[in-house]
């Protein structure tokens, strides 16, 4: 049976600094939870890394993180970098991208072009620079890295279009880009997978949504595998998301959630932006340490000594720490769960959530995916807060 998998996204900022230098605590304990330093109770293997970050001036960052063969690595190809403007785009991405992906991943999206932001309107040329970067990686594709096709929309008429003029390339598995605030983008772009059979496709290893950290996102994903298992087949769905070490710059350290709700609940910790001095007054206590939310807190406890040298960096890696194992944390629970019994899911989640839950098992194990989408429309887009009718009218690809 498989299992749902998080790809911690922490190559950048705060926690990929520390990763890439092996920051290590007073008495020696590592912060790279991926390695085999760290308890293996509480280690992680999966890894996400992003050519966009990384392409220029860091053409081996597999081996600056210290991985082994032991991890999973997903890279990112950099489309987003492309559409937020932080990468200019030129024709010698591709190979660029390719390359890097090669030399650092074990799984990876293809270079897609995402049409938001810069490229907000301009779905067609996207769309076109996207299906010669995908022939590029098929054709090239050595083996060694198993690449997923990745289709992009605002609907299920888009998500269709760019489908239906990818669907060909012989890729590994599929990733939906796009919806990461939208449970109706997602379930669009999941419906016209389904539809196209593609879970059925014997060379598809991976579903994959890109950047979710949505606690009902997570619970769809895992009914999703769940209802994969079901009917016996061999995909892994996945995510990848940045929020725990993000969450860190904001102060923020997890203590609780809501799975009725479905959000996060924190602790505003100073930080070192806008509260240096009280920081200076937190350290200065006699025996300074984190709440104890969970277990692995017990654990972190033993090696973060606040009083060391490097005090404010054992502060914030400490905290990027617990936020991550909280997060998996609460991914085991949803689990757990889920794959109970329908009476217990029933009562620990909104009815909203519920009906959503059942819609996706019900795509997965129908005939006619599409049908089972329409019938829960409304409830998607109520649940997304979209606002207008969506017609096919509206839509112009040429």
Same mark, same amino acid.
């Given at each position: 049976?498989?299992?749902?998998?998080?790809?911690?996204?922490?190559?950048?900022?705060?926690?990929?600094?520390?990763? *890439?230098?092996?920051? =290590?605590?007073?008495?020696?304990?590592?912060?790279?939870?991926?390695?085999?330093?760290?308890?293996?109770?509480?280690?992680?293997?999966?890894?996400?890394?992003?050519?966009?970050?990384?392409?220029?001036?860091?053409?081996?960052?597999?081996?600056? /993180?210290? !991985?082994?063969?032991?991890?999973?690595?997903?890279?990112?190809?950099?489309?987003?970098?492309?559409?937020?403007?932080?990468?200019?785009?030129?024709? &010698?991405?591709?190979?660029?991208? !390719?390359?890097?992906?090669?030399?650092?991943?074990?799984?990876?999206?293809?270079? +897609?072009?995402?049409?938001?932001? =810069?490229?907000?309107?301009?779905?067609?040329?996207?769309l076109d620079i996207s299906k010669e970067n995908f022939?590029?990686?098929?054709?090239?594709?050595?083996?060694?890295?198993?690449?997923?096709? #990745?289709?992009?929309?605002?609907?299920?008429?888009?998500?269709?279009?760019?489908?239906?003029?990818?669907?060909?390339?012989?890729?590994?598995?599929?990733?939906?880009?796009?919806?990461? !605030?939208?449970?109706?983008?997602?379930?669009?772009?999941?419906?016209?997978?389904?539809?196209? =059979?593609? %879970? %059925?496709?014997?060379?598809?290893?991976?579903? /994959?949504?890109l950047g979710s950290s949505r606690i009902t996102y997570?619970?769809?994903?895992?009914?999703?595998?769940?209802?994969?298992?079901?009917?016996?087949?061999?995909?892994?769905?996945?995510?990848?998301?940045?929020?725990? +070490? *993000?969450?860190?710059?904001?102060?923020?350290?997890?203590?609780?959630?809501?799975?009725?709700?479905?959000?996060?609940?924190?602790?505003?910790?100073?930080?070192?932006?806008?509260?240096?001095?009280?920081?200076? &007054?937190?350290?200065?206590? &006699?025996?300074?340490?984190?709440?104890?939310?969970?277990?692995?807190? #017990?654990?972190?406890? =033993?090696?973060?000594?606040?009083?060391?040298?490097?005090?404010?960096?054992?502060?914030?890696?400490?905290?990027?720490? /617990?936020? !991550?194992?909280?997060?998996?944390?609460?991914?085991?629970?949803?689990?757990?769960?889920?794959?109970?019994?329908?009476?217990?899911?029933?009562?620990?989640?909104?009815?909203?959530?519920?009906?959503?839950? %059942?819609?996706?098992?019900?795509?997965?194990?129908?005939?006619?995916?599409?049908? #089972?989408? &329409?019938?829960?429309?409304?409830?998607?887009?109520?649940?997304?807060?979209?606002?207008?009718?969506?017609?096919?009218?509206?839509?112009?690809?040429?």
């Amino acid at each position: 049976m498989n299992k749902f998998k998080y790809f911690p996204s922490f190559s950048v900022a705060g926690f990929g600094d520390a990763l *890439r230098q092996n920051y =290590k605590f007073d008495d020696g304990f590592s912060c790279r939870f991926y390695s085999d330093d760290f308890p293996e109770k509480y280690r992680h293997i999966e890894f996400l890394i992003s050519a966009g970050h990384f392409i220029k001036n860091n053409p081996y960052l597999y081996d600056e /993180h210290g !991985f082994t063969d032991k991890n999973l690595i997903m890279g990112d190809s950099g489309g987003y970098q492309i559409c937020s403007g932080a990468t200019k785009w030129k024709p &010698e991405l591709t190979q660029q991208s !390719f390359d890097w992906l090669e030399r650092n991943s074990d799984v990876a999206m293809n270079l +897609d072009i995402p049409p938001r932001l =810069k490229y907000e309107g301009k779905f067609r040329e996207c769309l076109d620079i996207s299906k010669e970067n995908f022939k590029y990686f098929a054709d090239h594709q050595s083996g060694n890295t198993d690449y997923l096709n #990745v289709i992009q929309g605002g609907d299920e008429f888009e998500f269709q279009k760019w489908y239906d003029e990818v669907k060909q390339f012989p890729f590994q598995g599929w990733a939906i880009g796009g919806s990461g !605030f939208s449970y109706y983008k997602f379930l669009s772009g999941l419906m016209v997978l389904l539809n196209g =059979k593609e %879970h %059925h496709n014997s060379n598809v290893k991976y579903f /994959h949504i890109l950047g979710s950290s949505r606690i009902t996102y997570f619970m769809l994903l895992i009914q999703l595998q769940k209802s994969f298992n079901d009917i016996g087949l061999d995909i892994v769905v996945t995510t990848d998301s940045s929020s725990p +070490d *993000r969450a860190v710059v904001f102060g923020t350290y997890y203590s609780g959630y809501s799975m009725k709700r479905g959000t996060w609940e924190g602790i505003g910790f100073p930080n070192e932006a806008n509260h240096p001095d009280i920081i200076d &007054e937190f350290l200065k206590l &006699e025996n300074p340490t984190f709440p104890i939310i969970n277990e692995f807190d #017990v654990e972190l406890a =033993k090696h973060v000594n606040f009083h060391s040298i490097n005090k404010k960096k054992a502060y914030s890696t400490g905290m990027r720490l /617990h936020n !991550f194992e909280f997060f998996k944390d609460v991914i085991g629970k949803i689990e757990s769960i889920i794959y109970g019994h329908d009476f217990i899911l029933e009562q620990t989640v909104s009815s909203d959530i519920y009906k959503m839950l %059942h819609s996706v098992d019900e795509m997965v194990k129908s005939d006619n995916p599409k049908r #089972v989408f &329409e019938k829960y429309k409304q409830l998607y887009t109520k649940m997304s807060n979209t606002k207008k009718e969506i017609q096919v009218k509206e839509h112009s690809f040429f």
